[in-house]
């Protein structure tokens, strides 16, 4: 993990980060303290290979509190918003370790419910689908520059449960048949699947249903080692090296966007421009979601385009952040708190549940809905992200001992 700290910090520097960069302003004293955090996160981080909430908690680590710590050793970003990051993951790390509390969930003895249910399901999901692509009758296959333009044309489309069920199609049905497909050495089903995937990609324009496929299929490697997360670090370390390298020896900025900038830096970016514009200015208290009906809310535009308008100078940019951001920018630091116990409960549940499951299977539903939560609000991720679908697959996936 200190390895890829050093590579984001590279990346930072490099001419490639463009229009993202904050001021770098080197501080000695900045990076050290930094690097002591981070040191403090390694020391307190559970690193037991078995348990899924071990390689959770460090995909977050490396997605997010690395980025944070970067960025703040680097530039001048508010010292409060960097130890509340921090602090969030430390509080997590122990409860974890000390395994506080345990949950009881009954188990299916008979696999009829799961083939009746989920077959239903995935079946609905994947025809809907199909009917999306037909209609919109437009796709980019190969061109990648044209995404934002496909993208848009499909936001304008007006049917009922779209973004739902194309979320839960891609981000928790296709990744689960893959990894099941896989498993059971059916190749000719998982290129199908890997197949429906890429056209979901080509008539949205949603990068993560192009990526998440090859991000699952890392992950169920990595999650055979004991050190699953040493494994992680590295494999990112490996990546993050090649997007530098692609840069200065190929003057290509696209794979350093994609490879590093995207999924590292401009997030945690947009989490400290939260914190400074909300530290100041009016909370929002879920006004602009579900209790608009009770609470007024303060701004002309909906937060994701009014920090694009700030900070962007663009109204259209939807400067998403992640659950802890968020979080703040609705009831400050108790917000933070209570978001973490709520995530908490939700791992500590799926972890009983996927303790039962065969991993390489189950780790295909419910991985990319938790990767939601890096960009998107905790109540997002849970209904349009697909967690809370993924959690009821998990409950209906018969259990390891009858699915063998």
């Not at 680590?61 to 703040?72: A, E, N």
């Not at 190749?187 to 998440?212: E, I, P, R, V, W």
């Not at 995207?262 to 530290?279: D, G, M, N, T, V």
Request: include cysteine; proline fraction near 3%.
């Amino acid at each position: 993990m200190f390895k890829i700290c050093l590579d984001v910090s590279c990346y930072l520097t490099s001419p490639s980060f463009g229009e993202y960069a904050p001021i770098i302003q080197i501080s000695l004293l900045k990076i050290m303290e930094s690097y002591f955090l981070l040191l403090i996160m390694a020391i307190i981080l559970p690193v037991d290979g078995s348990k899924f909430y071990s390689f959770v908690l460090g995909l977050f680590v490396i997605f997010s509190v690395i980025p944070h710590l970067t960025i703040y050793g680097l530039s001048d970003q508010s010292r409060v918003w960097v130890y509340t990051i921090e602090s969030f993951w430390v509080i997590l790390s122990l409860w974890f370790r000390k395994s506080v509390f345990a949950f009881r969930v009954y188990k299916i003895y008979s696999t009829k419910e799961f083939n009746a249910i989920l077959l239903l399901g995935g079946l609905i999901c994947l025809e809907y689908s199909v009917f999306v692509l037909v209609i919109t009758g437009s796709f980019n296959l190969f061109d990648l520059t044209k995404v934002y333009d496909v993208r848009m044309a499909y936001k304008n489309l007006q049917l009922p449960f779209v973004r739902y069920i194309l979320n839960w199609t891609a981000l928790v049905i296709i990744p689960l048949l893959v990894s099941y497909f896989l498993t059971k050495n059916r190749l000719f089903y998982c290129l199908l699947m890997l197949g429906m995937q890429f056209l979901l990609f080509s008539a949205t324009g949603n990068k993560s249903y192009l990526m998440s496929i090859f991000f699952v299929l890392a992950a169920r490697k990595i999650v055979e080692h004991k050190r699953s997360i040493v494994y992680l670090s590295n494999s990112l370390s490996a990546i993050l090296i090649a997007s530098i390298l692609s840069f200065y020896l190929f003057d290509d900025e696209w794979l350093s966007y994609l490879l590093s900038n995207r999924p590292f830096i401009l997030p945690a970016k947009i989490s400290f421009e939260y914190y400074q514009f909300f530290s100041q200015e009016q909370l929002v208290f879920l006004s602009h979601s579900i209790f608009s009906s009770f609470v007024n809310y303060p701004y002309s535009l909906e937060p994701m385009y009014l920090l694009g308008q700030i900070f962007y100078n663009n109204e259209r940019v939807a400067a998403n952040t992640g659950m802890v951001a968020d979080a703040y920018m609705n009831f400050g630091f108790l917000g933070v708190l209570l978001v973490l116990v709520l995530f908490f409960f939700v791992l500590t549940l799926i972890q009983v549940l996927i303790s039962q499951k065969d991993m390489k299977i189950a780790i295909g539903a419910i991985l990319l809905p938790i990767f939601f939560l890096f960009e998107a609000p905790f109540l997002t991720a849970f209904l349009t992200g697909g967690l809370g679908f993924a959690i009821l697959i998990l409950f209906l996936l018969p259990n390891r001992s009858i699915a063998k």
